[in-house]
């Protein structure tokens, strides 16, 4: 059964995208801990990230690297977090999290329940930055 992010990736289900290439894409979480929490993944489900291959591997981080860029300048912070951790959807994928305090990468305080809205806002924000 495919992923709900593979379903992302085919178009099934719809997402706020921020940046896509022809491997990989990146998205808003629509449960984020902050505003402006992004989703990275490589578009070929894969499990776990460490199975990816090295080229796919290094691309994806690289990938990350300029969404987190863009999402830096969109929601100033002190840094863009990055987290690895891939056991409630089991495609392979990174968070990044723009970060004023370590609790903003506390994956156990409750979620924000964004409107569309809101998402679609945000998502604008970064897109204009990249």
């Known amino acids: ?3 709900v992010f593979s379903k992302i990736v085919a178009g099934e289900i719809p997402a706020h995208i921020v940046a896509e290439t022809t491997e990989f894409l990146a998205f ?3 449960n984020p801990l902050v505003m402006g929490h992004v989703l990275v993944i490589p578009k070929k489900e894969i499990d776990y990230i460490f199975d990816m291959d090295e080229e796919s591997y290094f691309g ?10 863009g999402v830096k300048k969109a929601f100033p ?6 987290a ?7 495609h392979a994928h990174i968070h990044l999290i723009p970060m004023n305090s370590v609790s903003d990468m506390n994956f156990s305080l409750p979620k924000l329940s964004p409107g569309q809205e809101e998402l679609a806002e945000a998502a604008q924000k970064i897109k204009a930055q990249l």
């Open 60 to 69: 994806l981080t690289l990938f990350a690297k300029i969404v987190a860029e």
């Open 77 to 82: 912070c002190i840094k863009v977090g990055m």
């Open 1 to 3: 059964m495919a992923s």
């Open 28 to 30: 808003l979480d629509v």
């Open 84 to 90: 690895v951790i891939g056991l409630e959807v089991h």
